[in-house]
């Protein structure tokens, strides 16, 4: 869309794949609530957009974000925050329904690394830097830190980020599957690498990408036999589905399938 955002880019570098780069350069892409409206907005927009397979999001070589907006939320009030719902937009992100793909360089801290956590794959430059520095302003992870990295890392890990707020570097976040990848160096190199995985889920069934998606996330909210009884009723459900059909047919005859997101 022709939609003109001030604090981010959106651009569509494959036919199927929105890119978002944060832009606030001046503020290391600080996460204002100016920000994150356009963020939700355009994020939203592809979301909708049946042309669309997946999105990447990324910010600059130096930063991914380093966090919330601390200006902006330093004079706020219990009853400010309480009132206007602070932070609750945030989780928007984690209802899209098509992929997220992260791309991280420089620092992913406080509400940049909890962004990062929302989306669906992390990539990382082995510049990045992730971290929960709250704990250095009187206050704790608020985006969903605590919760999404105790279930990533376990429980040791995440104490001691949230509790020290020490910096972890890629290489770490690899090691403790923060990341799925730390990608080569260079510049532009991993969202360049972002948006080929971005591409290469374009190019599947939306539906059967949506799917998976869906009973991963399960994964995090229900029990083993609850999930897996989840993932088989999606899987019976995918056998509706033209996708289908076509996916299995392609395979039989040896071809390339055609699919069509019905
Ligand atoms: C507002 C920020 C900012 C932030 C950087 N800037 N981070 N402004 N909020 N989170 C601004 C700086 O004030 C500075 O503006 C400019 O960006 C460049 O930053 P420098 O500090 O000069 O850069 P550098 O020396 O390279 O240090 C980089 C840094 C440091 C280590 C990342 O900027 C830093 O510690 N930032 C804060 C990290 C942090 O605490 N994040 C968690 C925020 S709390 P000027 O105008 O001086 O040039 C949070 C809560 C989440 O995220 C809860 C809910 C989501």
């Known amino acids: 869309s022709g939609t003109q955002y001030e604090n981010i880019l959106v651009s569509r570098p494959e036919p199927n794949v929105v890119l978002v780069t944060l832009n606030r350069p001046k503020a ?4 204002n609530s100016a920000l994150f409206k356009e963020l939700n907005k355009a994020l939203a927009e ?4 049946d042309s669309v397979g997946a ?3 990324t910010g600059s070589e130096k930063a991914f974000a380093a966090g919330a907006d601390i200006k902006e939320m330093k004079d706020k009030t219990y009853s400010d925050v309480y009132k206007n719902k602070f932070l609750e937009n945030w989780s928007e992100i984690a209802n ?4 997220v793909i992260a791309a991280v360089s420089g620092f992913a801290l406080g509400g940049g690394c909890e962004l990062a956590l929302m989306c669906d794959i992390i990539l990382a430059s082995p510049t990045a830097k992730f971290g929960q520095p709250e704990i250095n302003l009187g206050v704790i992870p608020g985006g969903g830190g605590s919760q999404r990295l105790a279930h990533t890392i376990g429980k040791s890990k995440t104490m001691e980020l949230v509790l020290t707020g020490r910096n972890i570097n890629a290489e770490e976040a690899e090691r403790w599957g923060i990341v799925s990848r730390v990608v080569g160096e260079g ?3 991993v969202v360049k690498e972002a948006l080929s995985v971005a ?3 374009a190019s599947k069934s939306q539906i059967a990408v949506q799917a998976g998606k869906e009973v991963v996330n399960a994964a995090y909210e229900l ?3 609850e999930g897996l ?3 088989r009723r999606i899987f019976h459900g995918l056998f509706a589905t033209n996708d289908q059909k076509e996916g299995m047919a392609a395979f039989a005859e040896k071809r390339k399938p055609n699919f069509t997101h019905s």
């Open 28 to 31: 290391l892409n600080a996460l």
């Open 223 to 225: 029990s083993l036999e």
């Open 55 to 57: 999105m990447v999001l």
């Open 46 to 49: 592809a979301d909708q957009d």
């Open 229 to 231: 009884r989840f993932e």
């Open 187 to 189: 510049e532009g190199q």
């Open 199 to 201: 591409k290469l889920i």
């Open 96 to 99: 899209l329904r098509k992929p």
